[in-house]
């Protein structure tokens, strides 16, 4: 037999209008951030959004190199309701430059600290992944973090930049 392959056909781009705009005030060229109507104070530039599906947004924040980062909540209508500083009672984020939603629980990528958190809607830590490796730099080894997706099995893929790796978990 012949093995044919079936090329992919994507799906249409929504090229509709934007109802929502974030913007960074960190950058002075830049206006104040606006979601849905509602403006929002930020220390940082946003990283990363996740949707839960159905309540809120999380929009993770850091300044590229320093600590001090957050994870701010909204509804989905754009009102602000809660922000986290911190993870596990007092531990504090580095760099969140990613965030995933997925079963329940937020996953935050942080690149200063180089770590994976699996965190509660309150802040709870789940699990913290930071390292496997058997080598230090190798696969399992973050160098720096940046982007985060959680499929829909669980499985937790995370884009780290100065390892040129796509690390599945």
């Known amino acids: 037999g012949t093995n044919t392959a079936t090329p992919y056909s994507p799906p249409p781009i929504n090229t509709a209008t934007p109802t929502s705009t974030f913007v960074n005030t960190s950058n002075p060229s830049q206006a104040t951030p606006v979601l849905n109507g509602t403006t929002w104070t930020t220390s940082a530039p946003p990283n990363g959004v996740a949707y839960d ?7 993770a924040e850091g300044t590229e190199g320093s600590t001090g980062g957050q ?15 911190t993870y596990n009672g007092s531990a504090a984020f580095g760099q969140p430059n990613g965030v995933a939603y997925y079963g329940g629980n937020i996953y935050v990528v942080d690149q200063v600290n180089k770590a994976v958190y699996e965190l509660t809607p309150s802040g709870a ?12 730099g190798g696969p399992g080894s ?22 040129n790796y796509i690390e599945v978990f």
Do not use: C, K, R
Not at 53 to 59: D, N, P
Not at 125 to 136: E, G, K, P, R
Not at 145 to 160: K, L, Q, R
């Open 53 to 59: 599906g159905s309540v809120t947004i999380y929009v």
């Open 71 to 85: 994870i701010q909540m909204f509804s989905a209508s754009g009102s602000l309701f809660g922000t986290m500083t």
């Open 125 to 136: 830590l789940v699990h913290s992944l930071t390292s496997w490796a058997a080598v230090s």
């Open 142 to 163: 973050f160098s720096s973090p940046e982007g985060i997706a959680v499929d829909g099995s669980g499985n937790v893929y995370v884009a780290d930049t100065a390892n």
